[in-house]
């Protein structure tokens, strides 16, 4: 009480903070595993789920529109991040994985991956749910699942899109640049994507299924995903 103040009398509130709507980010823990709202009946709903989604699946496979769809239509705030998007950030002196890969490549892609998981953390941090693609091999642990657990969190969903090779054959000639791999790349990384099966991990195959029907099934399988995670 300051001095000759009334008895009785309370010193007076600390002003309000500042109302920039600046939100101060937690420390970078991983994020962890989804818990649903308990209900007697009512299955979990990935649309109102805070989530972190790995969408893993060959060149050709869809996941970047896909990715993008799901991303675009929740009900609750949520971001897309390609890992191949944020590869692309450096340009001068850019290790293209298709001219070979070798040590620099291999560093580019690590470090990539981090940059995804930091930003990944961020929005999760604030409530905003993360969709991440990357063409994930299950016979390469040096750029596999491991790498993705560590930065983003055990909460992290993945899913593997895993359409024919017909397909990926006929989208992979759609695309332009960079992107587009020669049919023997294609099919050789369609082939290896195949160790997917009996990993435990859900699998989509979206050959006959448009972007947005692809979506639906994605949001099934994360229900089923939520109420019993996986075990990777």
Not at 49 to 61: E, F, K, M, R, S
Not at 99 to 115: F, I, K, M, P, V
Not at 186 to 207: E, K, Q, T
Request: proline share 12%; aromatic share 6%; hydrophobic share 40%.
């Amino acid at each position: 009480m300051p001095p000759g103040a009334p008895a009785g009398q309370h010193r007076a509130a600390p002003p309000p903070p500042d109302g920039t709507g600046h939100v101060h980010l937690p420390p970078g823990a991983p994020f962890g595993v989804p818990t649903p709202a308990p209900t007697a009946t009512a299955a979990p709903d990935p649309t109102t789920t805070t989530l972190a989604v790995l969408l893993i699946g060959p060149a050709g496979a869809g996941k970047t529109s896909v990715a993008k769809y799901w991303a675009d239509h929740r009900r609750v705030p949520t971001a897309h991040i390609s890992l191949d998007d944020v590869r692309e950030w450096v340009r001068s002196g850019f290790a293209d994985p298709q001219s070979g890969w070798n040590d620099h490549s291999e560093a580019q892609y690590r470090l990539a991956r981090r940059t995804c998981g930091f930003a990944a953390r961020n929005f999760l941090a604030n409530g905003i749910s993360c969709i991440l693609d990357d063409a994930v091999f299950p016979d390469r642990p040096v750029v596999g699942l491991g790498g993705w657990k560590r930065h983003v969190g055990p909460g992290l969903l993945p899913v593997v899109l895993l359409p024919g090779l017909d397909i990926v054959l006929e989208r992979n000639a759609e695309r332009s640049g960079n992107r587009r791999l020669t049919d023997e790349e294609v099919a050789r990384i369609h082939g290896r994507m195949a160790g997917w099966y009996g990993s435990g991990l859900p699998i989509i195959d979206n050959s006959q299924l448009d972007v947005p029907g692809t979506a639906r099934v994605l949001d099934e399988v994360l229900a089923r995903a939520i109420a019993s995670p996986p075990n990777w």
